[in-house]
């Protein structure tokens, strides 16, 4: 089993948590002048603090935690003292491992009905992983190091020689 926790870089995220506070305050403030258009301006800005605290819950708060096992691939989150599995895949169900930029060039990715973002920092450096659940084709992205990929290359390998329903989830491709 290996396990990895990409490192934060709260710097853009602190960031932009402080242009949405401010911009808040200016629409409270502007709220007092601005008699005709006064609601208008406080939901702007309960909107514009609500954005900032759903960004410091998801990018400061919530660590991710990414795991393989010899045949699984496990995406755990972490808040405070409380861990949940949000996702555990069989890597013999794999369609491709690649970068994102590959991923958005790639046509025959871009039917993928599930869609989910596993990055702990905003732009990170990520990869996609494309798997087939249930017959429908998904995407997860995450932001892994290289040791993390090429651990999960050789284990994806390892899957699919020894699940013999590799055949047939290569086929359906």
Known sequence: MYKYKPERNPRQCLLLVICLSVLSCAG???????????????????????????????????????????????????????????????????????????FEQTKEFSNATMRYNYSQNIKAQSFVYVYLF?????????????????IMNDAIENARKNNPETKEINEKI
């Open 28 to 102: 409270f403030i502007a709220s007092s002048y601005i008699e005709t258009y006064r609601f208008l301006a406080q939901l702007i800005a309960v909107l514009f603090l609500a954005m900032s605290i759903m960004i410091v819950i998801r990018y400061t708060i919530t660590e991710i935690e990414y795991t393989i096992t010899a045949d699984t691939f496990i995406i755990t989150k972490i808040v405070g003292n409380k861990m949940t599995i949000v996702c555990s895949l069989n890597l013999a169900s794999t369609i491709a491992l690649v970068n994102k930029k590959t």
């Open 134 to 150: 249930n017959g429908k084709k998904g995407m997860i992205e995450f932001e892994p190091n290289a040791i993390f990929v090429k």
